[in-house]
T-cell receptor, first 112, second 118 residues
């Protein structure tokens, strides 16, 4: 079972800020939240990772509220090349090791 | 840094044959590698977790005798699809982590292998 819930799709226009929210109600104390981007016929690419509050890097920001039951990926001023599927993951530590379960992801379509 | 490669990038084979897919971490040692399968318009599905020097841990519903995984070194894991059938046609993706079994580990993904079974 997927441990995260995201909107299935979102549309935006070039130059706009896009916020994608992910719900992870069962996040464990030691879990981090990681976001990946995937283009068609390519492997996912790491975007950003965080534990709480706010994390920012050169491509995105990640906002995590105090209860950590959700997180929001913020993409500033998107371009056509940001059209992709975005996945939110939380680590799932079970007996035998670490594994992650991909949810359905959010298909972002950026229009000119 | 943290580059993962896969070979081949695409393969077409006849039904009943076996296909081997290699996953290599090029500039780091990967204690743990993961294998995923992705069908068109769907999300990635974890097939198995591969730890160097030990047997892979398969997800429920994944046949270990059909999808053979070998992780013989810290930089190489292989997935062999035995007696492939058309329903095995899919996009196979591997990933590797730098540290091992911790939640903070970032997975670095390979570019994927497109398998088509005729």
């Amino acid at each position: 079972l997927a441990k995260t819930t995201q909107p299935i799709s979102m549309d935006s226009y070039e130059g706009q800020e896009v916020n994608i929210t992910c719900s992870h109600n069962n996040i464990a104390t030691n879990d981090y939240i990681t976001w990946y981007q995937q283009f068609p016929s390519q492997g996912p690419r790491f975007i950003i990772q965080g534990y709480k509050t706010k994390v920012t890097n050169e491509v995105a920001s990640l906002f995590i509220p105090a209860d950590r039951k959700s997180s929001t990926l913020s993409l500033p001023r998107v371009s056509l090349s940001d059209t992709a599927v975005y996945y939110c993951l939380v680590g799932d530590i079970n007996t035998g090791g670490f594994k992650t379960i991909f949810g359905a992801g959010t298909r972002l379509f950026v229009k000119a | 840094g943290a580059v993962v490669s896969q070979h081949p990038s695409r393969v077409i084979c006849k039904s009943g044959t076996s296909v081997k897919i290699e996953c290599r971490s090029l500039d780091f040692q990967a204690t743990t590698m993961f294998w995923y399968r992705q069908f068109p318009k769907q999300s990635l599905m974890l097939m198995a977790t591969s730890n160097e020097g030990s047997k892979a841990t398969y997800e429920q519903g994944v046949e270990k005798d059909k999808f053979l995984i070998n992780h013989a070194s810290l930089t190489l894991s292989t997935l062999t699809v035995t007696s492939a059938h058309p329903e095995d046609s899919s996009f196979y993706i591997c990933s590797a982590t730098l540290q091992g079994i911790r939640s903070t580990d970032t997975q670095y993904f390979g570019p994927g292998t497109r398998l088509t079974v005729l």
